[in-house]
């Protein structure tokens, strides 16, 4: 069997892209492991998804489990700068995308999605002006080597 991962599966963009695999024949008896910011119970189309959260996921639980493909949603946006401050808000789109790595290097995906908003192609190359542009740029980059290194298929979806 295979397993579609996708992370930010509880935000709207989390939930369309569930609701899009259920509808793709090809991907319709995917396995579906979903990740989040919390542990929780979404709802979609009247039918209930359990959510891990992201950052306690343990890669082990699927080793035996080929996954087909990966869809990246999760980081904090813009809006979450002001309510967390910017060292935590900082530290922890770090994590989402050490995290997101490190289940990439374990489940060597053959396709792997992430997406951004356009704030990361206004990149300044300056942290304190534009966080969340120089922190997108710097995951795209890492994933990006990092799906060069597995053989995997790599696209970059912005907003």
Sequence with gaps: ??????????????????????????????????????KKEININDQK????KLL??????I???????IIHLSFLTRDKLSK???DKYVQTNKLITSKFAEII???KPKWITTVSSGAASENSGDIEINPY?????QEEHRLLELARE??????????
């Design 105 to 107: 290097s374990f489940t």
């Design 63 to 69: 080793l035996d489990i080929e996954v087909a493909g």
């Design 133 to 137: 542009g120089n922190l997108k740029i």
């Design 150 to 159: 597995l053989g995997s298929n790599y696209s970059i979806g912005r907003l």
């Design 1 to 38: 069997m295979s397993a579609i991962i996708i992370t930010g599966a509880s935000g709207w963009l989390g939930k369309c892209a569930v609701n899009f695999i259920n509808s793709d024949n090809k991907y319709r008896s995917a396995k579906l492991i979903l990740l989040s910011s919390s």
């Design 49 to 52: 998804y359990q959510v891990e």
């Design 56 to 61: 306690d996921f343990n890669v082990n639980q």
């Design 84 to 86: 967390v401050g910017f």
